[in-house]
């Protein structure tokens, strides 16, 4: 029996998985970008204005952007391995619980990805930021902070493998 | 939302946080205040300046120096980094930096106006005036007679015009009354400029209001222990006390009823922030009370520098070159009057 609360349900279900496996593609790229591009202007603009009194600084703390363009990079190597994992399926088969599993996998692999690079760009951008503004008052600090860094910049690479694992799933129904 | 301004505040103002981070590391150190401690001469002081970062601005003047040129040029050296990051600062950091020099637009306002009270001329009052607090008409205040005359002719076109409204009155201008108006404006001053903070909220809100509130029970002790003995009454002393700080509104209860520096001394040590400051005094001394103040505030200043994205550093920086240039007036002072036992008396180290 059909209540008007399972209305919803309906309607999500009837959702074409391709809409669901193109915005998880989507949301992988364009969110590590926001990640990366987040971080890099929090890192770079302490960078810039620390290395006019303190110019030594400059070409070590270009880790720090580095380490925040690894996270795009991430989200690049992902959308690109999700986008091999859409194949067609016939139309008859287009809602059967199978396509709807490989569509949803490769939604959640999107969005893993995505926002686990959002945030590790943040982060490594704002101790980039604190880390070159130590560096110019005190150069042995710089060591230091870097390891802070990398540990940071492993939570994009959580996000990556996760995100690989689940869209090892999206496998489609072939032809019956 | 306090606690995530990392996430936006290095849009605007990360640059000129990097920068003031920069100019912070250029003050002197301990090390430095010891070598100009041991110097005979002036000029000695100024071969050890020029070592430092004041080297550009002291080596083009002629020996013999004054002790006033050695704080000028120093000035020139705070004028200049000031300058430097308020053009290139967006609202509201613009407005920020802009409040923190009308505390020297008020003490020039009243120190030509004191000036023409005592008949000096106007082109000798405008040179003493401190260079952060100039303003386009400063000169024509030497013509007002009145406070409405100076508030009408040139003090309405500047920011200071909403701290007028508590002291107009149309009495004329004596010294006691000058002195009474410049407290007041500072207080209407203080109080402005710590809305305008707690409007900025997050780390700045909290910073500043710590500094701002150490200012404001500062001046009402200061207040207090010089007003004792003339002929101010209760009701006007408790009028120029701010409305915020540590000490509002008990403490202020209790100064403005002290006749004398013990009183004040029972009076403060109710609150343990300046319980340590007054013990370091012993019963009766007031002289080492302007230096224990001083350390107090720098130790203050020197903390705000242990966080970043807030606007607190470029305020801490300012005081702290300030302090610094104090330093060097004293230092200079000392070694011109060849007094060099007292050189310890007042000089504050910042690190």
């Known amino acids: ?176 | 939302m306090y606690g995530f301004e990392a996430m936006t505040f290095n849009i605007h103002g990360g640059y000129l946080e990097a920068i003031v981070r920069g100019y912070r590391s250029g003050l002197l150190t301990a090390a430095d205040y010891n070598n100009l401690c041991q110097c005979e001469t002036l000029d000695d002081i100024k071969m050890h300046l020029s070592a430092t970062e004041y080297g550009p601005y002291l080596q083009n003047e002629p020996s013999p120096l004054h002790t006033t040129t050695i704080v000028e040029k120093c000035t020139l050296k705070l004028v200049d980094e000031y300058k430097h990051m308020l053009t290139q600062a967006t609202e509201p950091l613009s407005t920020f930096l802009e409040y923190i020099t009308y505390g020297h637009m008020i003490d020039n306002v009243v120190l030509i106006v004191t000036g023409t009270l005592h008949e000096r001329d106007v082109q000798e009052l405008l040179e003493k005036c401190h260079p952060l607090g100039m303003f386009d008409s400063i000169a024509t205040l030497a013509v007002a007679q009145n406070m409405r005359e100076l508030y009408r002719l040139v003090l309405v076109d500047t920011p200071l015009a909403p701290y007028f409204s508590e002291c107009i009155t149309s009495e004329d201008l004596d010294d006691m009354n000058i002195e009474i108006m410049r407290n007041t404006l500072y207080k209407a001053y203080l109080e402005d400029f710590y809305r305008f903070c707690q409007k900025l909220g997050g780390a700045t809100a909290e910073i500043m209001s710590d500094l701002l509130a150490f200012e404001a029970d500062r001046r009402a002790v200061n207040i207090t222990i010089n007003s004792i003995g003339t002929e101010l009454t209760r009701d006007d002393r408790r009028k120029l006390y701010s409305n915020f700080g540590l000490l509002y509104p008990y403490g202020h209860e209790e100064l403005a009823v002290c006749e004398d520096i013990d009183q004040v001394r029972a009076a403060m040590e109710k609150y343990p922030p300046y319980q340590t400051i007054f013990s370091k005094l012993s019963y009766g001394e007031s002289q080492i009370l302007d230096k224990a103040f001083y350390e107090e505030e720098v130790k203050r200043l020197c903390l705000a520098f242990e966080q970043q994205f807030h606007y607190g550093v470029f305020f801490a920086y300012m005081r702290l070159r300030e302090q610094e240039i104090r330093n060097l007036m004293w230092i200079s002072e000392c070694v011109a009057q060849n007094q060099k036992s007292r050189v310890h008396d007042s000089v504050v180290f910042i690190f």
């Open chain 1, 1 to 176: 029996m059909v209540t008007s609360s399972s209305s919803w349900s309906q309607a999500l279900v009837q959702i074409s998985p391709y809409t669901f496996s193109a915005v998880g593609i989507a949301i992988s790229i364009g969110v590590s970008v926001l990640g990366t591009a987040w971080g890099i202007y929090i890192t770079g603009s302490s960078l810039i204005g620390a290395a006019i009194k303190a110019p030594r600084i400059t070409s070590k703390n270009l880790i720090s952007v580095i380490f925040c363009e690894a996270v795009a990079i991430y989200g690049v190597i992902v959308a690109i391995i999700l986008q091999t994992k859409l194949e067609s399926v016939p139309s008859s088969r287009m809602h059967d619980p199978e396509s709807m599993r490989a569509g949803y996998a490769i939604f959640a692999s999107g969005i893993i990805v995505g926002f686990a690079n959002l945030v590790c760009g943040l982060c490594v951008g704002i101790i980039g930021s604190s880390c070159a503004l130590s560096d110019a008052q005190n150069s042995s600090l710089f060591v230091k902070i870097l390891v802070i860094e990398i540990f940071g910049s492993a939570l994009g690479l959580f996000g990556v493998i996760v995100g690989i694992i689940m869209s090892a799933q999206a496998t489609w129904p072939t032809k019956a």
